[in-house]
């Protein structure tokens, strides 16, 4: 009857237990964000409160996959919004402790996006999630450049508004 182990596992844990298995991930922090901002600092968000967020969608090609691929998450426009960002630039860290600065100014004027969604799946860490900062590239070429690409940023841990 349970042809799946996971299934079968399911049915015999406590419904509290069975519940903490399937959120655990969905209520995990997964990034902060400090600076000026003028919510509670840091501001922590799991992917469930990214989730909650306005959602939007980019579909594009990038130099890290093959053919267009649709990203699912929160603009940065948005998230900023949320918080009360005020300042010049947002000095994002990846887990792998890259850094790229990125200018206030590009989240209104190149809508990039904070992806939590890869082509419908949640990344891994193995697969640069679970945050992934991307630009629209296919609709601005003019940003195919490698200025755009090192704000790219993967893996995304933290973010500070300076
Ligand atoms: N987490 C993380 N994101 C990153 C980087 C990195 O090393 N780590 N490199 C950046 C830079 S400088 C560029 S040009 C591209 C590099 O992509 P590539 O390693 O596929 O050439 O990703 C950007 N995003
Ligand atoms: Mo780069």
New binding site residues.
């Given amino acids: 009857m349970f042809r799946n182990l996971t299934v079968f596992l399911f049915f015999l844990m406590p419904f509290n237990l069975v519940s903490a298995a399937m959120s655990q991930d969905q209520d995990k922090t997964i990034l902060s964000v400090s600076g000026k901002i003028s919510t509670g600092d840091p501001a922590e968000f799991s992917i469930g409160q990214l989730e909650a967020l306005p959602h939007s969608r980019i579909e594009t090609s990038t ?2 996959h093959d053919g267009k691929v649709t990203f699912e998450g929160v603009l940065l426009s948005d998230l900023m919004n949320q918080i009360g960002a005020e300042g010049e630039n947002a000095e994002i860290t ?3 402790d ?1 850094r ?1 600065v990125i200018p206030v100014s590009d989240f209104t004027s190149s809508n990039p996006l904070l992806a939590y969604k890869v082509n419908g799946q949640y990344p891994s860490i193995r697969d640069k999630g679970p945050l992934f900062i991307i630009y629209p590239f296919d609709d601005y070429p003019e940003m195919k450049t ?1 200025i755009f ?2 704000r ?4 995304v841990r933290s973010i500070v508004i300076e």
């Fill in positions: 130099p890290w990846a887990l792998n890259y790229a490698e690409y090192s790219s940023v993967w893996q």
